[in-house]
């Protein structure tokens, strides 16, 4: 027999992510980016969670209201004052919270700490969106056809899952629209990630995909149209989610989930639906370190000559040097340049 190919995968590597380590935006310890300077920090004050005890789950939040599971049933709660930013609500879908009742209804009087999340810079860029809280799983939903596979949007909900402190899984849906694995899948084969490939016509690779999140609190995300609303369907029909086909004229996904929002299912798995995005923005996440989240450059990375190397243009880069051998995907390193080039636009300061 030949050897398996599997025993050579790396694991996806890890930040140690502390949640009430609000400004979490390097590697590097809060003394030393203090000694650098001002940094950008994400605006929702500490102040807002706690270590209050926790009785209640938030379904999905709705400006000043929220759906929470409380007492075993759904409730639709106003949030206290001290948890609004603006005209919204610091929620998120996942978060543990405490729920009182009072005269006027049930109201949410308090937010634990998130261990885990999964987020990207809201509209304006200036702060955070936060997606969905203390999950264990980010299923990075993607399609074999219409639309068709996205690398490098696959690329970057991969860093954001991992920064945020959660396990990323890859799911390559719509396998019944191809005769074949989609070639640019092959290089996430060569590292410890979990890739299912399913269809929901034929239920194919479903029940392995409802077993690997059976008893977890995952999160499906991905580009319009790949059909995570269908799999939550396919895996507990009775929850009806409105669905949408593809647009026949641009091929590309139409919106139909316009909020993030909590499912149960029978086998103990709490999923979270979240939006389609045809683009996902880093939060909290400096060129210098984007590195770490590609394990492949990560691994190479300790052997280049400058210990600050970028991978872009210094001499002597072992990862460039990997990459001219194809013992580093191209498609990969070509995303994270990508990558690194919008985060480095994006905290260049303009005048």
């Known amino acids: 027999m030949g050897k398996d190919p599997r025993k050579n995968r790396k694991p996806v590597r890890r930040r140690a992510w502390d949640p009430s380590d609000a400004d979490t935006l390097t590697r590097e310890s809060r003394a030393r980016r203090e000694d650098r300077g001002a940094v950008r920090l994400p605006p929702l004050a500490k102040e807002f969670f706690s270590d209050t005890p926790a009785n209640a789950l938030v379904i999905g939040p709705y400006g000043a209201l929220a759906f929470v599971l409380w007492n075993g049933a759904e409730h639709l709660c106003r949030v206290d004052d001290?948890?609004?930013?603006?005209?919204?609500?610091?929620?998120?879908?996942?978060?543990?919270?405490?729920?009182?009742?009072?005269?006027?209804?049930?109201?949410?009087?308090?937010?634990?700490?998130?261990?885990?999340?999964?987020?990207?810079?809201?509209?304006?860029?200036?702060?955070?969106q936060v997606l969905a809280a203390n999950i264990d799983c980010v299923v990075v939903v993607a399609s074999a056809a219409k639309p068709q596979f996205n690398p490098g949007l696959v690329d970057r909900y991969l860093v954001a899952a991992q920064a945020g402190g959660a396990r990323p899984i890859l799911c390559i849906n719509k396998m019944d629209l191809v005769s074949a694995e989609p070639r640019e899948v092959e290089p996430?084969?060569?590292?410890?990630?979990?890739?299912?490939?399913?269809?929901?016509?034929?239920?194919?690779?479903?029940?392995?995909?409802?077993?690997?999140?059976?008893?977890?609190?995952s999160v499906l995300?991905?580009?319009?149209?790949?059909?995570?609303?269908?799999?939550?369907?396919?895996?507990?029909?009775?929850?009806?989610?409105?669905?949408?086909?593809?647009?026949?004229?641009?091929?590309?996904?139409?919106?139909?989930?316009?909020?993030?929002?909590?499912?149960?299912?029978?086998?103990?798995?709490?999923?979270?639906?979240?939006?389609?995005i045809k683009q996902l923005g880093l939060w909290g996440i400096s060129p210098e370190e984007l590195d770490y989240y590609f394990h492949e450059l990560a691994e190479r990375a300790e052997k280049c000559r400058f210990r600050d190397c970028t991978h872009v243009h210094e001499p002597h880069c072992a990862v460039k040097d990997a990459v001219e051998v194809s013992e580093i995907s191209l498609a990969r390193y070509e995303s994270y340049l990508r990558i690194r080039k919008a985060l480095v636009e994006e905290t260049t300061p303009k005048y």
């Not at 929901?200 to 059976?214: E, H, I, P, T, V």
């Not at 009806?240 to 103990?268: A, C, F, M, V």
């Open 188 to 217: 996430y084969r060569e590292f410890d990630l979990a890739i299912f490939e399913t269809s929901c016509q034929n239920r194919a690779g479903l029940d392995a995909l409802s077993d690997a999140l059976a008893g977890k609190l």
């Open 82 to 128: 001290a948890l609004m930013d603006g005209k919204s609500s610091v929620l998120a879908p996942g978060d543990d919270v405490q729920v009182e009742a009072d005269s006027g209804g049930p109201v949410v009087r308090a937010v634990r700490h998130r261990r885990t999340k999964l987020s990207r810079p809201a509209i304006g860029r200036s702060r955070e």
């Open 221 to 276: 995300t991905g580009h319009s149209g790949v059909g995570k609303s269908s799999i939550i369907n396919a895996l507990e029909p009775s929850l009806s989610i409105d669905t949408q086909d593809i647009s026949e004229s641009t091929k590309k996904g139409r919106h139909t989930t316009t909020s993030s929002r909590l499912y149960e299912l029978p086998n103990g798995a709490r999923i979270i639906d979240t939006p389609g």
